[in-house]
């Protein structure tokens, strides 16, 4: 048997139906049945949605994705930021040996050098005999 997907409107009608199938005399599990649910889903559906109406059960699912779409957002920003941290720390890290102009050595952080690249043209020639 396929898995039925209820949205949350659905939901609150079905918990209403079975409420007043109760109210009428029914036992849980019949008004269950009659309602094509399990008697577990009715008590996890009421546990969540208990009190809702449907403009309230539609809202609370809306905010339920919007949280759910925050925290990826909060994750991937705090991996971002712990990767940038982490490149700052290697950075400072990495001492590079120089030597003075006076012949002694020097230990420099990557940070603490300066790079510049210079290009010069070079020769390029052929001589042909």
């Known amino acids: 048997m396929p898995i039925k997907r209820y949205k949350a409107e659905q939901i609150v009608t079905i918990l209403r139906q079975i409420?007043?199938?109760?109210?009428?005399?029914k036992l849980t599990p019949q008004a269950c049945k009659e309602a094509e649910i399990t008697v577990q889903t009715f008590y996890r559906w009421r546990k969540e949605y208990g009190?809702?109406?449907l403009d309230q059960a539609k809202r609370l699912k809306e905010l339920e994705k919007e949280n759910a779409k925050l925290k990826r957002v909060v994750a991937e920003?705090?991996?971002?930021?712990?990767?940038?941290?982490?490149?700052?720390?290697?950075n400072s890290l990495i001492r590079v040996g120089t030597k003075t102009r006076a012949g002694q050595d020097e230990y420099r952080t990557l940070s603490q050098l300066e790079f510049s690249v210079s290009l010069?043209?070079?020769?390029v020639g052929c001589?042909?005999?």
């Not at 409420?19 to 005399?25: L, P, R, T």
């Not at 010069?120 to 020769?123: G, I, Y």
């Open 19 to 25: 409420e007043v199938g109760i109210a009428n005399g």
């Open 51 to 53: 009190g809702l109406k």
């Open 77 to 90: 920003l705090s991996l971002e930021k712990q990767v940038l941290k982490d490149i700052a720390d290697v």
């Open 120 to 123: 010069k043209p070079s020769r």
């Open 127 to 129: 001589a042909l005999d």
